[in-house]
C-alpha cells in the first residue's frame, strides 16, 4: 500500500496502509501491553477454563495477544492478519503459534467449525458496524465454542484518542453499540472487564 491510500483509499486500504507502515514498531508496543493481556486472559481462564481449546486470533499483528490467550492450552494456536508484514513480526517473535495472512472479512482458509476460540484483540472498533458485522459473522462460523472479542468498553485515554482519529476507526460507536450489535448474532453473550482498564473481552457463545 502507498501512501496515497492513507488520504484517499477505502477503509481497509487504509487501515492496510497503518498497520504495514508501523509493523516495525508495532511489536515493541505490543510487548508494553502484554502485562495488560495476561492480567485479562488470566480473569478469563478463571471464568472460562481454556485448557484444551483450540484458538484463532483474527487480527493477530505481531501475536501478543494470541501469546497471552494460547498459553492455558497445548492444542493448536494460529493468529492470522491481512498485513504479511505484521505476520513477518508475529513468525519471528512467537514461533510455537502458527501465522498465516489472510483477510478477517473473508477467512477462506479455514473451515466450519474448526477452532473452539475465535478471538480478535483492538480490531472491531476500528471497522464500522456493517464491517464489524461480516467479521463477527465469519468468526461465528468458525468457532465451536466461543467467540471472543478483547476491545474498549469504558473511557478511552487521550493518547489512544489520538491514534484511533489517526486511524478513522469507529470506536466511538463501537463502544456504544457493541454490546448490542453481538446480540444479534449470539443468543448467549458475556463480558468480562479487564482489570484496571477500560477494556472488556465481549463473549459470544456459540
Given at each position: 500500500?502507498?501512501l496515497?491510500?492513507y488520504?484517499?483509499g477505502t477503509d481497509?486500504?487504509?487501515a492496510?496502509?497503518?498497520?504495514d507502515?508501523?509493523a516495525?514498531?508495532?511489536?515493541?508496543l505490543?510487548?508494553?501491553?502484554?502485562?495488560?493481556?495476561?492480567?485479562?486472559?488470566?480473569?478469563?481462564n478463571?471464568?472460562?477454563a481454556?485448557?484444551?481449546?483450540?484458538?484463532?486470533d483474527?487480527?493477530t499483528?505481531?501475536?501478543?495477544?494470541?501469546?497471552?490467550?494460547?498459553?492455558?492450552?497445548d492444542?493448536?494456536?494460529?493468529g492470522t492478519?491481512?498485513?504479511?508484514k505484521m505476520?513477518?513480526?508475529a513468525r519471528a517473535a512467537?514461533?510455537?503459534?502458527?501465522f498465516?495472512?489472510?483477510d478477517?472479512?473473508?477467512?477462506?482458509?479455514f473451515?466450519?467449525n474448526?477452532?473452539?476460540i475465535v478471538?480478535a484483540?483492538?480490531v472491531?472498533h476500528?471497522m464500522?458496524?456493517?464491517?464489524?458485522?461480516?467479521v463477527l459473522?465469519e468468526?461465528?462460523?468458525?468457532?465451536?465454542?466461543?467467540v471472543?472479542?478483547?476491545?474498549?468498553e469504558?473511557d478511552?485515554?487521550t493518547?489512544?484518542?489520538v491514534?484511533?482519529f489517526l486511524?478513522r476507526?469507529?470506536?466511538v460507536?463501537?463502544?456504544?453499540?457493541f454490546?448490542?450489535?453481538i446480540k444479534i448474532?449470539?443468543?448467549?453473550?458475556d463480558?468480562?472487564?479487564?482489570?484496571?482498564t477500560?477494556n472488556a473481552?465481549y463473549i459470544g457463545?456459540v
Amino acid at each position: 500500500m502507498a501512501l496515497h491510500h492513507y488520504f484517499f483509499g477505502t477503509d481497509k486500504q487504509r487501515a492496510k496502509f497503518i498497520f504495514d507502515f508501523i509493523a516495525p514498531i508495532y511489536g515493541v508496543l505490543g510487548k508494553a501491553a502484554r502485562k495488560g493481556y495476561d492480567q485479562i486472559c488470566d480473569k478469563l481462564n478463571r471464568r472460562y477454563a481454556l485448557l484444551n481449546y483450540s484458538i484463532l486470533d483474527v487480527g493477530t499483528g505481531t501475536g501478543e495477544w494470541l501469546a497471552s490467550i494460547s498459553k492455558y492450552t497445548d492444542q493448536q494456536s494460529v493468529g492470522t492478519d491481512f498485513s504479511a508484514k505484521m505476520i513477518k513480526q508475529a513468525r519471528a517473535a512467537f514461533p510455537d503459534n502458527e501465522f498465516v495472512v489472510n483477510d478477517a472479512e473473508a477467512l477462506t482458509k479455514f473451515d466450519d467449525n474448526s477452532f473452539d476460540i475465535v478471538t480478535a484483540s483492538y480490531v472491531l472498533h476500528g471497522m464500522k458496524n456493517y464491517d464489524r458485522a461480516i467479521v463477527l459473522k465469519e468468526m461465528k462460523r468458525i468457532a465451536k465454542k466461543f467467540v471472543m472479542i478483547h476491545d474498549f468498553e469504558a473511557d478511552t485515554p487521550t493518547v489512544v484518542k489520538v491514534l484511533e482519529f489517526l486511524e478513522r476507526s469507529d470506536y466511538v460507536n463501537f463502544k456504544k453499540n457493541f454490546k448490542e450489535e453481538i446480540k444479534i448474532l449470539f443468543s448467549e453473550t458475556d463480558i468480562v472487564k479487564c482489570p484496571r482498564t477500560a477494556n472488556a473481552i465481549y463473549i459470544g457463545i456459540v
